[in-house]
């Protein structure tokens, strides 16, 4: 289960659940809870937030003449087996046809009709990130980039920023999300040069730190995600 709670406060927060569980569940439950939490393995993850805004002058990137871009539906059934075959977060089929039926949207580049590159991308006012278990908002010209990858041999040739700028011109002509948010580890640096070739400029930052089931959410700097109201909040994992 998981839960979370504005007081700003940890202390506070802790002290009134351990309460509230007291109170419902007895001393025995509440020993036995705090005992599986200190069995925890302490989480954390740190990353930059990165924003790129619609132009129509970007430059080419090398082999953007050699590649044919799409956007995928739901009925697209090879290209999302494919997808599913190659993609390096190894995320299933049935994940990706579920947030299709919700409205995300899905780039692919081919080259010689084979998938080399993909993106898929938020494009709503509010949504819970799948990694990070927290709500984000944004503003109607807003859209959020995750789940980027590129095959190894294409990587370094320009295959990543070319999907981004055209996935955000499609995005921005048919929708009007003309800024896209990006997330990377902030360890991450070949995924911080790509994303600067793509012209995306370093924001703020956003990540958590989790001890013993309870974790920790921050969110800084005024233009990484600006509509969200919640920078920093306390959440139950659980």
């Known amino acids: 289960m998981i839960t979370d709670c504005q007081n700003p406060r940890p202390i506070n927060y802790l002290t009134k659940r351990a309460i509230t569980i007291l109170k ?3 001393a025995a439950h509440l020993l036995k809870r705090m ?3 200190l069995f925890l393995k302490p989480l954390l993850s740190h990353n930059f937030v990165y924003v790129n805004k619609f132009c129509a002058d970007y430059p080419v990137s090398m082999c953007e003449g050699e590649l044919e871009f799409k956007e995928i539906t739901a009925a697209d059934d090879d290209e999302i087996d494919e997808l599913t075959a190659v993609d ?7 994940f990706t046809l579920k947030r299709l039926e919700e409205g995300e949207h899905i780039y692919v580049a081919k080259h010689q009709d084979r998938i080399v590159t993909s993106v898929s991308i938020v494009a709503r006012d ?3 990130d799948v990694f990070f278990k927290r709500e984000f908002e944004m503003a109607p010209d807003e859209l959020y980039y995750w789940r980027g990858f590129c095959v190894p041999e294409f990587r370094g040739r320009g295959a990543v920023p070319a999907v981004a700028r055209y996935s955000l011109t499609d995005m921005a002509l048919k929708y009007g999300r003309k800024n896209a948010f990006a997330i990377v580890l902030n360890t991450n640096k070949s995924s911080q040069r790509t994303v600067s070739k793509a012209g995306y400029v370093k924001v703020g930052r956003v990540g958590f730190f989790e001890m013993f089931g309870i974790r920790f959410h921050y969110l800084w700097g005024r233009e990484a995600f600006k509509e ?7 959440q139950n994992i659980g």
Do not use: A, P, V, Y
């Open 24 to 26: 419902t569940d007895g």
């Open 35 to 37: 005992m599986d939490r």
């Open 88 to 94: 390096e977060w190894h995320t299933s089929k049935s």
């Open 126 to 128: 509010k949504f819970e």
């Open 228 to 234: 969200t109201r919640r920078r920093f909040l306390i």
